[in-house]
Nanobody, 120 residues
Framework: EVQLVESGGGLVQAGGSLRLSCVAS????????IGWFRQAPGKEREAVACLRRGDFSPYLADSVRDRFTISSDNDKNTAYLHMNNLKPEDTAVYYC?????????????WGKGTLVTVSS
C-alpha cells in the first residue's frame, strides 16, 4: 500500500522558516516524481515544488523560487520542503504527492496534508 505521510507544519511568524517532511512507503521512491502542493482556503490547489522522476531535478513555482527548496533523502524514502522567509500568503495545507511518470497536478498518490499558518 502506498503511503505518504507529511509532518512539520505549524504556526510561524512572517519571515520565519519551516521544514516539511514526507515519508513515503509502498513504492520505489527513487523511480517516482515527488512533489509538494498546497491549497489555501477558498483557493485551488497549486503546485509548489517537485522532484522530477529519474534525475530528481527540481521544479519550483515562481512564487516560492527564491524562498523554498525541495530535497530528498533516498535512503530514508523522505522528501523535504524547506521554506524560508515565509509570508502570510503561504498559509495553506501542504500536500506531498507521488507519481510514476511526471510532476503534474493530478499525481497518482497523495498524503493527507499538513497545515502551515503564517502570521503577520
Amino acid at each position: 500500500e502506498v503511503q505518504l505521510v507529511e509532518s512539520g507544519g505549524g504556526l510561524v511568524q512572517a519571515g520565519g522558516s519551516l521544514r516539511l517532511s514526507c515519508v513515503a512507503s509502498g513504492f520505489a521512491f527513487t523511480t517516482y516524481a515527488i512533489g509538494w502542493f498546497r491549497q489555501a482556503p477558498g483557493k485551488e490547489r497549486e503546485a509548489v515544488a517537485c522532484l522530477r522522476r529519474g534525475d530528481f531535478s527540481p521544479y519550483l513555482a515562481d512564487s516560492v523560487r527564491d524562498r523554498f527548496t525541495i530535497s530528498s533523502d533516498n535512503d530514508k524514502n523522505t522528501a523535504y520542503l524547506h521554506m524560508n522567509n515565509l509570508k502570510p500568503e503561504d498559509t495553506a495545507v501542504y500536500y506531498c504527492a507521488a507519481d510514476a511518470l511526471v510532476c503534474h497536478t493530478v499525481m497518482d498518490h497523495w498524503g493527507k496534508g499538513t497545515l502551515v499558518t503564517v502570521s503577520s
